[in-house]
């Protein structure tokens, strides 16, 4: 049976850098088992959206799961709320939140409230979930708090609308802003009033909290307010297995990522030692991923860690991260059947170490397995697979790309 | 006057293959004239349809024809008919149907009733097409016996659709299948129940026909079932001369491809000895084509054979037929204006020797003539193309680069 494995380092292309001597951290950094992919597949670079848009992460990996971002991405918030096992029906309107601190003028002080435990942010949402919102407003909602300062709002009820502005302004010592609607449609002025009143009545319970109070002694920044930003709904997709008539799974930690994987369909598998973090268990996912293609047909397997270099604009350390990847794609290319499954490896975008930011770069790709059609290209980066036989694809390109030498795309026409 | 010639070999990309120690048959074949094309034009890699969709034969024609498929395929049954000489208007819906022998079961002996006689079809036919719609269904009916046990089934009236299912199984052994509407319109239940009367008429009229009486005592199978598949209308399309003010012709032998340039509007020029297999006169296609150039402006020259040797597995037999094929290039490039004239030679899709399906990898292009910019490409093959100066296009692309090579596109803008 043929199988495919999908690996994604998060933000890993990147530009040349001055502090890298014109190289890229794909390029400085020691990586022989990605360049024994690159020198064995087929090569290319992708745009994940199109040349020149810097995708987000979100619209990133549902082009790369095969999807169209232009047409299906509604959202931030539903996916990362998904990802954090808050459900959310379709036509639910899901926000990210942050318990923060404000002063009495509602400036924010911190938009983390100290990096909040997760025992006083569990207790402060038991409070905050049972509030009720008044009757006439026909809508109910769910707060959880996930991982830290974090959390996931839902609001669940008839014609409810994803355009409403955010009340968090990003960065400390601004005030928070009203939730506003976005259009004049009756759904997204009574959705902006629902999480209007909504935040009020958290801030008023927030307030009195004994935790709070707790936190005060204790000289901790008061968690007296939630900030909600990404209003979002599921977005209408059909599931890898129903498209394509396979078992899939993830190997990710990021709640976004594994929030677009489980609105495809795709099993979660959740790795111990796995951080998120450039101190992640590399070798732990690595095993896992090979573990899970004993049972699965295609299996994703995501690194958050070269973001997390990119956005600290720490060229070394992601050139380091760009290493331990290497190692880990080492123990699976050691570890999978090379003469019936197909490795595909590539970032989700470029993040430049240098402005901090998603960049619009197109990204490498290079395929290996049994049915591709080697090119010339020996090396893994940026500008070595852009000389390579794939050309230049878009991020859905890639798995229909894979899935049709799995010999699961539908011929269109007869 | 600047003219245009497409050739297009069936099927002839494919991937590296074991037998062939890993060379694809296109590199293994000896192919001095396609390499003359390749060193002297620009090369690159077509996705005919969009990358990793495996393409239909009608699908990639009309593609590389210059329309975008997505909008204008309608079903192959109407282009097959219109291929084989059968009137087709706006608004019928067209099948494929077979004569078959099924047992008192309706299980199905042998598609192809023993690949019936041109004459015994022709009998049967003229039998059937008597049979008249009961007069509620305000619907009539052309039924035309093509090549042995093939036929076309044209349902004309007011309200029909092409979402109803096939009756045929597509496979010896299995039962004759119910014709069912594939949605709930009434065009579509509509057409069901003609399509489903009309079947049934035709068994009654077959199993006491006299050319099957003589079938039994000659030891035949009986062609008793007529089987119908693939329900479709002539698509909606400009024809070239109107988009490009062009008179066109193609050299082909396969109905469906007729059919395709028929809608297309271009004239179908019937080689003798042409035959649609590995034992086609190649050099005849070849002089018919080039001769055709002299009234022409445009000219699509199709081969068969490197499909057919490709559905069979047959990977020494698909080198040896792009031999064949290079040895009509080489006549093609000896005896057209080369200052005058662009040739374009392509495949409609990949045909993998080894699944023996129609697959979604990139086909290679080469096109020479006086406006190219020529590249560095010296091989004609998947691989080498792909580091071509047209880098990766789609199908309709090639149709507009050769069009505009000519002068023929119209400017966007002023």
Chains 1, 2 share one sequence.
Request: aromatic letters at 4%; a neutral charge.
């Amino acid at each position: 049976m043929l199988k495919a494995i999908l690996v994604i380092a998060d933000g890993m292309a990147d530009r040349p850098l001055k502090e890298l001597d014109g190289k890229t951290p794909l390029e400085a950094a020691v990586k022989p088992a990605m360049n024994r992919i690159a020198e064995n597949g087929v090569c290319g670079i992708v745009d994940p959206i199109s040349p020149g848009i810097p995708p987000g992460s979100d619209t990133a990996t549902l082009a790369f799961l095969g999807y169209n971002p232009m047409e299906v991405y509604s959202g931030r918030g539903a996916l990362e709320a998904v990802g954090s096992d808050v459900e959310v029906l379709p036509g639910d309107v899901a926000f990210r939140c942050n318990f923060a601190t404000v002063d009495k003028d509602l400036v924010v002080l911190d938009r983390r409230a100290g990096r909040i435990s997760n025992e006083d942010a569990s207790l402060l949402t038991r409070s905050l979930q049972e509030i009720k919102l008044k009757k006439s407003f026909d809508a109910s909602f769910l707060f959880k708090n996930t991982v830290q300062h974090r959390a996931a709002l839902v609001i669940r009820g008839p014609k409810l609308s994803t355009a409403v502005s955010d009340s968090d302004p990003e960065v400390n010592g601004k005030k928070i802003l009203e939730i506003e609607p976005l259009d004049k449609r009756p759904e997204s002025v009574r959705t902006a009033a629902i999480v209007t009143e909504l935040m009020t009545e958290f801030q008023e319970a927030l307030a009195e909290h004994p935790v709070n109070k707790e936190r005060a002694k204790r000289k901790q920044p008061l968690a007296n307010v939630v900030l909600c930003r990404g209003a979002g709904t599921i977005p209408k997709i059909t599931p890898l297995r129903k498209l394509y008539g396979i078992k899939s799974a993830c190997v990710a930690v990021v709640s976004l990522i594994k929030g677009v994987c489980k609105v495809a369909g795709m099993d979660v598998i959740s790795v111990e030692g796995a951080t998120g973090t450039p101190e992640t268990d590399y070798l732990a996912k690595a095993k896992a991923a090979v573990q899970a293609l004993n049972t699965q047909d295609f299996v994703f397997l995501h690194v958050k860690a070269t973001d997390v270099a990119s956005h600290d604009g720490n060229a070394r350390l992601k050139t380091e991260v760009i290493g331990k990847i290497d190692r880990m794609l080492d123990y699976v290319l050691k570890n999978i059947d090379l003469g019936t499954t197909h490795l595909a490896l590539t970032a989700d975008h470029t993040t430049s170490c240098e402005t901090r930011n998603h960049e619009g770069d197109p990204v490498p790709v290079a395929v290996f397995g049994p049915c591709v059609r080697r090119d010339s290209v020996k090396e893994y980066s940026e500008r070595a697979c852009a000389e390579g036989g794939l050309g230049r694809i878009r991020g859905p390109d890639l798995m229909h790309i894979m899935m049709n030498y799995l010999g699961r795309t539908k011929k269109f026409g007869s």
